[in-house]
């Protein structure tokens, strides 16, 4: 088995390179989801310019400063931090000052979950902590170390470092925001630990979508090349599974219970409009009265879990959004792992992993209308698509039931592209005439795109000779996922 590598991420990797080469002063910022890699990126930056400076990482727990000052003090115990050069912290200034001394002594500090100091009582240490970087920054050229603070909750880092009320403000001097992978990295990844058919790759990216930390849990399970769900019972339902609890400790703790109602929702009935989550969420909950428009809201802005999206050319304040998960996982883990998963001990395992994978199949429809727009968006930034776009990739619905999974636009040529996305190549050939149909509505209620040069596509994972033959005779482009994935790796 081929060893396991660092993949993707060169841009952000040669932004920290250069970071650390400077040899100076600097205060950055690294967010993104969880297990989306931050660690893992600076820890590679380090090995690749061979640094030699001295590291203290802490993760920073969710609870009253004792606690926090507990879990910095087993830190610098695991990290051989010298307590007469850098005495152990007993309150909140002490700890302030103390980052102050290791990074003018040449460390590199680490804050995992830097958020939890926007929580209610971390005004003073914030303040501290500005007072000690202004230190710093004022001798820079002298200061060979720096404070890495890295976060999870977007919004609540935004609170902390950008708000132009918040004491840490205008002080970060590198900034990375860490997204998934590319389905190019996703690609070498693959081929180098298994064979990268287009089955597998929907399979995995519904599933994982970039997160690097999943891929690397299947790898040390032996999995990434074992059939479907064989995967899902070493991955999620024996004792020892890697992702059994994952959700859990990472994502939903983080709400405490207040939003799952909602959130399970969105997540088992993806694309629903706000009208219809309410009616539903009403039902569910047994009480007419029941309001969510202030959990939707939270779990928009605050947490990104759920967004909101809207037909393409629409204005932002148009009224026909539809709600989705934003996060393959935890989507998927909401509607189709979390209910068999938690039946372990009451029913045959064989039978949960077979109700888990066909509801992960279903899922597998809007995930491939979702990897086909951040295709034909990767192919187009990396100049090997046949369709250069102009603007993000979306799909299209209105009030006269017109419904069109992918709309790709060049503005410059005056070309637009029309596609219909189906999971089962079959039903993408019974669906010719009504996608044309569909079109043609499209067309009416959009008269400036008439007479713009306009194509249609057909998707699917895998199209054979006969299946690419009959889409061909009605003027319409096949493509699977093995066109979609040619020349991105």
Same mark, same amino acid.
């Given at each position: ?18 970071? &650390? ?47 926090? *000052? ?21 309150? &909140? ?258 039978? &949960? ?17 979702? *990897? ?118």
């Amino acid at each position: 088995m081929a060893d396991w590598k660092f993949y993707g991420r060169k841009e952000q990797l040669a932004g920290l390179e250069q970071m &650390l080469n400077r040899k100076r002063w600097f205060f950055a910022k690294v967010t993104g989801r969880r297990r989306i890699g931050k660690t893992t990126l600076i820890q590679q930056a380090m090995r690749e310019i061979g640094s030699q400076q001295p590291v203290f990482y802490v993760q920073v727990p969710d609870s009253e400063p004792a606690g926090v *000052l507990s879990a910095v003090n087993d830190a610098l115990e695991t990290f051989q931090v010298p307590s007469d050069r850098y005495p152990r912290p007993q309150n &909140l200034l002490q700890l302030a000052k103390l980052l102050e001394a290791m990074a003018e002594g040449g460390y590199i500090l680490i804050l995992d979950e830097f958020q939890y100091f926007n929580r209610k009582g971390y005004e003073e240490f914030c303040s501290h902590l500005q007072a000690g970087v202004d230190r710093l920054a004022g001798k820079a050229d002298q200061v060979h170390g720096g404070l890495i603070v890295l976060g999870s909750i977007h919004t609540e880092m935004m609170a902390l470092l950008e708000d132009r009320t918040a004491q840490l403000y205008h002080r970060v001097t590198d900034t990375i925001d860490l997204t998934h992978l590319d389905v190019g990295s996703l690609l070498s990844l693959l081929r180098d630990h298994t064979d990268p058919t287009p089955e597998r790759l929907l399979f995995l990216w519904n599933l994982f979508e970039g997160v690097p930390k999943f891929y690397r849990d299947c790898y040390e399970q032996g999995v990434l090349a074992a059939e479907r769900r064989e995967l899902l019972r070493r991955i999620f339902f024996e004792s020892s599974s890697p992702l059994r609890s994952e959700a859990e400790n990472w994502f939903l703790r983080e709400l405490r219970g207040r939003y799952d109602v909602v959130l399970k929702f969105v997540a088992r009935n993806p694309g629903r409009m706000h009208n219809e989550l309410v009616h539903a969420i009403r039902e569910a909950s047994g009480s007419p009265d029941t309001q969510i428009g202030g959990y939707l809201k939270v779990l928009i802005e605050r947490f990104g879990l759920i967004e909101r999206k809207l037909p393409i050319f629409s204005k932002p304040e148009a009224k026909r959004g539809r709600y989705y998960v934003t996060d393959n996982f935890l989507r998927s883990w909401l509607a189709a792992l979390a209910n068999p998963v938690s039946a372990i001990a009451f029913r045959p395992l064989v039978d &949960l992993i077979e109700e888990a994978d066909l509801r992960l199949a279903d899922a597998e429809g809007g995930a491939l209308e979702k *990897l086909a727009g951040q295709l034909y968006e990767e192919r187009s930034r990396k100049g090997v698509g046949d369709f250069p776009i102009t603007r993000r990739v979306q799909g299209f619905w209105d009030k006269a039931e017109t419904e069109i999974d992918l709309v790709a636009v060049n503005e410059t040529e005056q070309s637009i592209r029309f596609g219909s996305c189906k999971r089962s190549p079959r039903k993408l050939l019974s669906d010719v005439n009504s996608f044309k149909q569909h079109v043609e509505r499209f067309l009416q209620a959009m008269p400036n795109y008439q007479e713009w040069t306009k194509q249609y596509v057909g998707i699917a994972p895998v199209l054979d000779a006969e299946q690419r033959a009959i889409l061909a005779s009605h003027d319409i482009i096949p493509q699977d996922l093995n066109d979609l994935t040619v020349g991105l790796d």
